[in-house]
């Protein structure tokens, strides 16, 4: 860290830091036009890209997690990922719901930690029902005090009974469930009553043995005990769950409700425990991802995510950047858009103008949306003339994440729909950071594994 820091603290616009896996490689001769920081994280030749190999290199510190923002050093908090399941559920309810009013519609999923900890904000913003169930009392109650879940539960009958009676009062309600998953999907598939609507995932499946997943019958307590003290055991438990999870969705989906993968490598676990996943010959499975059957259309008509930092550190630069934003999307609005466009517009604008309210700043004075090429472009000309003419204090950081257009080759995410056999293949990624090199980003970063699992 103190390496790192020096050398950005004396580097010049000829010079480029060049960071590999968390370890600063040194500071190297470049121009102005050139990135000023080039990242990797991750990087492993194919033959021995696995997870087994990834934990011994991590273990001997020569190789580091590739998770996609927080790897390149542009975290914004859990701010993107409230966003990013907010409009998730929002285009997930007009496209099987066929509706964009949610109120008194049931959002279940589960996890309340460091980024699935959103889902319970992008619920309320949403105007539904969303009970996230979370096993770790410690995660429930700091979600709980920081305002973004509204209630919880301490029992299947309390979170059934409310449930219920939210699903009447037809007001948005961020309900948290302290138990496990598995133990809530199993109630909810035994009840006589249809009592949800749409149903996820956010466990840390993408590290299912070590505490990102957590098995049916043992309290927190006892599990981390058990991871500890018997490996084995503790996967066989954790498999076991992920049938039974599987089970109880399969139910209810036959029923009618709604269930997605959030790229969170649940339906690749569960099929990989046994489950009833319906895994097939092209390596799909029953139920698609959301980037698959969601988003994916979006990101195809070049919505992405555009994200933006005040590195005045002044939430007055912050304020006046989210009126920049909304005046220039309401203004492309009403030039006309296409009739597709028009409901992305409209969720952007309403998210931008809820930000403040919905207090999303944790840290930096950041701020996201997704926009087209046309909202990109006109935001940052507005940005430069606000600073230029000292309406805002500082200089902006723009910066992007994994689910820009061609930012990310995951065949259960971002690629999980694409037919032609190429989804599996790394050449998409690989050529937009080598692009973006010479067409003016400041720095670029490339990744191998992390949240998508290995």
């Known amino acids: 860290f103190r390496l790192v820091m020096h050398y950005l603290s004396i580097m010049t616009d000829e010079q480029t830091l060049v960071m590999y896996s968390g370890h600063p490689l040194g500071l190297f001769p470049s121009s102005p036009s050139s990135p000023r920081a080039v990242v990797t994280n991750g990087m492993m030749i194919?033959?021995?890209?696995?997870?087994?190999?990834?934990?011994?290199?991590?273990?001997?510190?020569?190789?580091?997690?590739?998770?996609?923002?927080?790897?390149?050093?542009?975290?914004?908090?859990?701010?993107?990922?409230?966003?990013?399941?907010?409009?998730?559920?929002?285009?997930?309810?007009?496209?099987?719901?066929?509706?964009?009013?949610?109120?008194?519609?049931?959002?279940?999923?589960?996890?309340?930690?460091?980024?699935?900890?959103?889902?319970?904000?992008?619920?309320?913003?949403?105007?539904?029902?969303?009970?996230?169930?979370?096993?770790?009392?410690?995660?429930?109650?700091?979600?709980?005090?920081?305002?973004?879940?509204?209630?919880?539960?301490?029992?299947?009958?309390?979170?059934?009974?409310?449930?219920?009676?939210?699903?009447?009062?037809?007001?948005?309600?961020?309900?948290?469930?302290?138990g496990n998953i598995v133990d809530l999907w199993e109630r909810l598939a035994s009840e006589d009553e249809m009592l949800v609507d749409m149903g996820s995932d956010q466990t840390s499946l993408h590290n299912p043995y070590n505490g990102g997943y957590y098995p049916a019958g043992l309290t927190f307590e006892e599990a981390n005990q058990l991871m500890t003290n018997d490996a084995g055991k503790f996967k066989d438990a954790v498999q076991t769950s992920l049938k039974r999870q599987v089970a109880a969705i399969n139910k209810l989906s036959s029923r009618g409700m709604y269930f997605f993968d959030y790229g969170n490598a649940f339906l690749l676990e569960a099929s990989r425990a046994g489950a009833d996943v319906g895994l097939k010959e092209d390596g799909t499975f029953r139920y698609p991802s959301y980037v698959q059957d969601i988003m994916g259309n979006i990101f195809s008509l070049g919505f992405g995510p555009f994200r933006w930092v005040c590195t005045s550190g002044f939430p007055e630069d912050l304020e006046v950047s989210d009126k920049i934003a909304t005046d220039v999307l309401e203004h492309i609005m009403k030039q006309g858009v296409p009739k597709e466009v028009k409901p992305q517009y409209e969720d952007n604008i309403n998210w931008i103008k809820k930000a403040q309210e919905n207090k999303l700043v944790v840290g930096s004075q950041a701020r996201i949306l997704y926009s087209d090429q046309n909202g990109r472009v006109a935001i940052a000309l507005a940005f430069n003339e606000a600073i230029a003419d000292k309406r805002i204090k500082g200089p902006i950081v723009v910066s992007r994440d994994h689910h820009d257009v061609s930012g990310t080759d995951s065949p259960y995410r971002e690629t999980s729909n694409i037919f032609d056999g190429s989804n599996i293949c790394a050449d998409m990624a690989v050529q937009n950071v080598i692009g973006d090199s010479f067409r003016g980003a400041t720095w670029v970063s490339l990744h191998n594994g992390g949240g998508v699992g290995w």
């Open 46 to 178: 194919p033959n021995y890209s696995s997870k087994e190999n990834y934990d011994k290199l991590f273990a001997l510190g020569v190789t580091m997690y590739g998770q996609m923002t927080a790897g390149s050093y542009c975290y914004i908090g859990p701010q993107g990922i409230v966003h990013g399941t907010t409009l998730t559920v929002l285009n997930a309810a007009r496209r099987h719901l066929n509706t964009s009013e949610l109120a008194g519609r049931v959002f279940l999923t589960s996890g309340l930690g460091g980024m699935s900890g959103a889902q319970a904000k992008a619920a309320t913003i949403c105007g539904c029902v969303g009970v996230i169930a979370e096993v770790n009392k410690t995660a429930l109650e700091k979600r709980h005090n920081q305002g973004w879940l509204m209630e919880i539960a301490d029992s299947l009958d309390k979170c059934i009974e409310r449930i219920k009676e939210a699903r009447k009062e037809k007001k948005p309600l961020s309900l948290g469930f302290h």
